[in-house]
C-alpha cells in the first residue's frame, strides 16, 4: 500500500505521521452507480477516528448519499466519485477535525460537549 503523509503539506520522507492512501473502485452504471471506499477503516484508524465520521463528510462535501453503519465493512458513497478527489475532501477532514490548530500535531481526541465539537491535543 502506498502511504502518505496525514499533512501533505509536509514533504519529508521520515514524517512520523502516515496513512494509506484513499483507494476507491465505482461500481454499477446509470442510476444505481455507487463508489466504493476499499481502505476506509485504516485511513480511519491511522488518524484516530471512527470511519462513520470520515464518511458522512463526505456525504456532506460532495452532497451525496452514504451509508454511516455498513455491516462489511464496505463504505459506499452514491454516484461516481475519483479517489484523487476524495483524497482532497480527506485533507479538508483532516485540516478541520483531526490537526491541533496550534501545533498541526494530528494526536488530537475528539470531544462533545453540549453540542460543541472540541480538539483535545496530545501534544500542545
Known sequence: ????NIRRDVTDPFYRYKMERL?????GKGNGIKTVIVNLSSVA????????YVIKYFGFELG???????????WIIN???EASKLQDYLDGFIS???LCKKC????TDVQ?????ITLDCKAC
Not at 498541526?104 to 494526536?107: G, I, S, T
Open 45 to 52: 484508524q491511522s488518524l484516530a477516528r471512527p470511519p462513520s
Open 1 to 4: 500500500m502506498a502511504t502518505v
Open 96 to 98: 478541520k477535525f483531526v
Open 64 to 74: 451525496a448519499q452514504t451509508n454511516i453503519a455498513p455491516t462489511d465493512d464496505r
Open 112 to 116: 462533545i460537549k453540549n453540542n460543541d
Open 23 to 27: 483507494q476507491s473502485k465505482v461500481e
Open 104 to 107: 498541526k500535531n494530528p494526536e
Open 79 to 81: 454516484g461516481a466519485h
